[in-house]
């Protein structure tokens, strides 16, 4: 976080969450805060204050993310579908997402693309950090 000058990050808790408790605890140039993933397939994000947390449903992220490439709101470098041999534009533009009717509402929920999505992710929590960054009217350039 020194390194890049990063404002803030969002984290997933799991696989570790002791360890990334303890990680979030220690000092860092910027915020960290820890992502609480529901699949409610409603709810949007919620940032209790002092917490360090953020909770949102899974779906709701990936949607939202999603729509800001769909968009053409995010920028990528010319040579983003090289990165790790294409991996990353696999991850990041074939979204896939099923529709779950079990409940009577009407609801999506995403399905892995492989046995990682770590760049889907990334992206997700970078979007969602930029999106409350905006909310609070904190907008910096660097």
Known sequence: MDQYNVLGCIISAQ????????????????H????DLLNDGASKPDW????GTVTV???????????????GRWWLPKDASTIDNG???AQVKA??????????????RWTE???????????AFDH?????RRRIGVVEYI
């Open 15 to 30: 696989p570790e969450p002791h360890l990334v408790q303890r990680w979030r605890k220690e000092p860092h140039h910027g």
């Open 32 to 35: 960290v805060y820890i992502a």
């Open 87 to 89: 991996e990353f534009y």
């Open 95 to 108: 979204p896939s997402r099923v529709r779950d009717l079990t409940s009577g509402d009407l609801k999506y």
């Open 128 to 132: 969602l950090y930029g999106a409350f």
């Open 113 to 123: 693309t492989g046995a990682l999505d770590f760049y889907r992710y990334a992206h």
């Open 57 to 71: 449903d899974r779906t709701f992220l990936l949607n939202s993310a999603y729509d800001e490439i769909r968009e």
């Open 48 to 51: 209790p204050k002092w917490t």
